[in-house]
């Protein structure tokens, strides 16, 4: 500490840089500024790593979404195709001539009846667009 006093008469002085600051404040300004910049950059790295397990993170939760929703249409699909079976089926069953023959007088003897009663009612109800269309 002497070292950097200069001793003028009865008291001390502290030593002075060419610009007029006091060379121990600067020693002492220059360590607080390493600690804030320290701790600035410890919490500057903490920050990132942060940033970069929120960023995994969502990555990871994109390709489920993504596979997700690859499903979702692989099922439309299917379920568009799988209506237009039944229609056709449908249409096959109403217009085979198994069941044209047969009068409605016996249509309560065949085992199969409910089954036909029941596509009969659903097609009166349900409208259908190529009947619409005609």
């Not at 950097?4 to 502290?14: C, D, E, K, V, Y």
């Not at 600690?35 to 929120?54: D, I, N, P, V």
């Not at 939760?61 to 056709?88: G, T």
Request: hydrophobic fraction near 30%.
């Amino acid at each position: 500490m002497l070292g950097q006093m200069r001793i003028f008469g009865w008291w001390a002085q502290p030593a002075m840089n060419q610009r007029g600051r006091c060379r121990m404040m600067k020693n002492k300004h220059g360590a607080m500024n390493e600690k804030r910049r320290s701790t600035g950059e410890q919490r500057l790295a903490e920050r990132m790593a942060e940033l970069e397990r929120r960023l995994k993170e969502v990555e990871a939760e994109n390709i489920v979404l993504k596979e997700l929703a690859y499903q979702s249409a692989k099922r439309y699909e299917q379920l568009k195709q799988l209506e237009k079976e039944n229609d056709e089926l449908r249409r096959q069953l109403l217009q085979s001539p198994w069941s044209e023959k047969t009068g409605k007088a016996d249509e309560d003897e065949r085992p199969d009846s409910w089954f036909f009663r029941t596509l009969r009612q659903e097609n009166a109800i349900m409208p259908h667009p190529e009947r619409n269309e005609k």
